[in-house]
Structures are given as structure tokens and as C-alpha cells.
């Protein structure tokens, strides 16, 4: 299966500073990419994903770049505000057909005001 | 975007009890939804993919005869806790894919389990 390890497991940054957390996978079949937000006792949300035939995808200050050769891929926050606290996933997808993802062991992040 | 909704949200049981965890998918079919196991400051864990209309598959170390799984409509998908004890106590969510999408999971809102 899947081995995903994401890093760093926590981060803290000033407000308006930039985040950037990294996800490396194992499998090289993986072709979907997904960055999930989930807020304490809350569901996950998609912030953002991106698919293998693009190297890079960005949705206002949320942005993923992919490296397939290296297999990671890294979200980043810019102008990061408090509401972006929350705890980060990234997700690979691994298998095929069922779209099963495996979740890294997330990254909590903190923006101190 | 797609819904889905989970019930109950909290769940308070008395050990040795079974509960029922209900997961739909409000305006689509999903063929396919997924549970997860999470404990505090931890990950999600997947415990099953579950197939409308067949017996779910387990994920290794999950035991399906305590985890009961049915997907008897493509808008519902069940999970039963049997025999529940303390340490099943956890967050459980799950998912659904919407078919004909670029893929994405939707997910429930999560039920917490106590079990005293």
C-alpha cells in the first residue's frame, strides 16, 4: 500500500508569513493529489488538489506544486490569517478505481495573531 | 457541492451495546463510501470501503464481525459498532466519491462515540 509521511507535524507562523507543508509518497502510480483542512471535532475539507500532468495549481493564497520524479508535493499558505489554523492532510491517492486514499498523519498548524 | 450527512453527531453508549452510525449522501449516489477511525491528535485511519449492494472490504486489523458495514441503497451506507467498549470510543467519518467528478471525497460531519 501507500507509505505517506508529511512534515512538519506542527508549524506555527506570525500572521501574514507563509506556510508551506510537504507530503512524499511511495506509490508511483499515484495520479491524485489532495490537501484536506480539518478544523478540531469538524469534518475534512478539500482546499485544494491536483492531478499528476500538472506541476503546479493555485486558488488565491492556497497553492500545491507537485514533483513527481521526487514523489512530494507541497501546499502552500501565503498571507496566512488565524483562520488558517487547523490541522492539514495531505492524501495520495493509491489505489485504483475506488479513489481509497491514505492520509498522512497531518501537520497542525498555528497563526499567531 | 455534494452533501453528506452523518448521524447521529454525539453518541453516548453503555459498554456491551451496539450503535448505529448512519452515513448519506443527500444529492447524489455514491456506489462507493468509506469509513474512518480517528482518535485524538491522530490521523484518519481507514477501516472499510463499502459497496453498494456487496459485503464491504476491511481494512487489515479492523474486525468486520465488530464493524458491521451495509450499503443496502447508493444514498446510505451503516456502521454498526458491536459490543461496544471504551476503547472503541473515537471520531468516526465518512465519505463518499462522486462519481462522474474529478474524484474528490466528500465527508460527513463525523460521529463521536463515547462508550462508558
Known amino acids: 500500500g501507500e507509505n505517506v509521511e508529511q512534515h512538519p507535524s506542527t508549524l506555527s507562523v506570525q500572521e501574514g508569513d507563509s506556510a508551506v507543508i510537504k507530503c512524499t509518497y511511495s506509490d508511483s502510480a499515484s495520479n491524485y493529489f489532495p490537501w484536506y483542512k480539518q478544523e478540531l471535532g469538524k469534518r475534512p475539507q478539500l482546499i485544494i488538489d491536483i492531478r499528476s500532468n500538472v506541476g503546479e495549481k493555485k486558488d488565491q493564497r492556497i497553492a500545491v506544486t507537485l514533483n513527481k520524479t521526487a514523489k512530494h508535493f507541497s501546499l502552500h499558505i501565503t498571507e496566512t490569517q488565524p483562520e488558517d489554523s487547523a490541522v492539514y492532510f495531505c492524501a495520495p491517492y493509491s489505489g485504483a478505481g475506488s479513489y481509497q486514499l491514505t492520509f498522512g498523519k497531518g501537520t497542525k498548524l498555528s497563526v499567531i495573531p | 457541492g455534494a452533501v453528506v450527512s452523518q448521524h447521529p453527531s454525539w453518541v453516548i453508549c453503555k459498554s456491551g451495546t451496539s450503535v448505529k452510525i448512519e452515513c448519506r449522501s443527500l444529492?447524489?449516489?455514491?456506489?462507493?463510501m468509506f469509513w474512518y477511525r480517528q482518535f485524538p491528535k491522530q490521523s484518519l485511519m481507514l477501516m472499510a470501503t463499502?459497496?453498494?449492494?456487496?459485503?464491504?472490504?476491511?481494512e487489515q486489523g479492523v474486525e468486520k464481525d465488530k464493524f458491521l458495514i451495509n450499503h443496502a441503497s447508493l444514498t446510505l451506507s451503516t456502521l454498526t459498532v458491536t459490543s461496544a467498549h471504551p476503547e472503541d470510543s473515537s471520531f468516526y467519518i465518512c465519505s463518499a466519491r462522486l462519481a462522474g467528478g474529478r474524484g474528490e471525497l466528500f465527508f460527513g460531519e463525523g460521529s463521536r462515540l463515547t462508550v462508558l
Open positions: 444529492d447524489f449516489q455514491a456506489t462507493t
Open positions: 463499502s459497496n453498494e449492494g456487496s459485503k464491504a472490504t476491511y
